[in-house]
């Protein structure tokens, strides 16, 4: 259940819930606990993407690590301060297994979409109603932010607050979290727990924001792939 952590024993001799993370070569490790919806937040807005055309319809695009990001979040949720040194793409590798997830189904059940959300502590299910139009508008168009560079170049940055808001209005059951996160596994009996009405309003801001974000792209789509195709010619 996203929010149990493996109880790991510290060069202490203290136990706490943490997620291990192992670095091949050099044999190196830390353990970091899972970062709050701020963290979060604050990391991934400083993503952003470059579009390299290149002419005849071509292009390249690439991610541009923000290192300063990136360090300010490791060392916040890394609990074993005192541990070996991580350098950038070490670092950068720590904070990726943390936020790792990925979409397991989007199907749509009358009037909601039940999307589930596999992470590393388990899966994840989300019940959305249909969006109204201009909530998918306010959506689609402020998703992706874009501006023109020098030399034919594109940059994107991703405003998370976009989807965020979006998620938080079409939301109306979750489950497969633990009412509080960071404790030992086993603190919730294994039992999964629908939230939803009142609950679930509280419950909001602990949803981490990749996870919003994710859900949100999902319906979007689908509601897209229903789009009617108008032919002009037709």
């Known amino acids: 259940m996203y929010g149990e952590l493996t109880l790991i024993e510290t060069t202490q001799g203290n136990s706490i819930p943490g997620i291990p993370i192992v670095i091949q070569n050099p044999r190196k490790g830390a353990v970091l606990r899972l970062p709050t919806s701020e963290e979060i937040t604050a990391y991934t807005g400083s993503i952003r993407q470059v579009i ?3 002419g005849r319809r071509q292009s390249e695009d690439r991610d541009v690590p923000n290192g300063d990001a990136e ?6 949720i890394r609990l074993d301060k005192s541990g070996d ?14 936020l790792r997830q990925n979409v397991l189904s989007c199907d749509r059940d009358g009037d909601v979409y039940k999307v ?3 992470t590393v502590w388990g899966v994840t299910a989300h019940s959305c109603r249909v969006p109204t139009t201009l909530e998918l508008q306010n959506y689609r168009e402020g998703v992706i932010k874009s501006r023109e560079l020098p030399h034919n170049v594109e940059e994107r940055r991703f405003p998370p607050d976009v989807p965020v808001r979006f998620y938080d209005a079409v939301i ?21 727990h629908v939230i939803e009405g009142a609950e679930l309003k509280a419950f909001l801001p602990q949803i981490p924001p990749h996870h919003k974000r994710v859900v949100a792209g999902e319906v979007s789509s689908a509601l897209y792939d229903l789009d009617p195709q108008i032919d002009p010619n037709g």
């Open 52 to 54: 390299q055309r290149m």
């Open 71 to 76: 360090r300010k979040l490791f060392e916040a």
């Open 85 to 98: 040194e991580f350098d950038a793409a070490e670092m950068r590798y720590a904070i990726e297994q943390v």
């Open 116 to 118: 589930k959300v596999a």
């Open 172 to 192: 109306v059951a979750v489950d497969g979290y633990a009412p509080q996160f960071n404790v030992p596994v086993g603190t919730v009996n294994g039992n999964r």
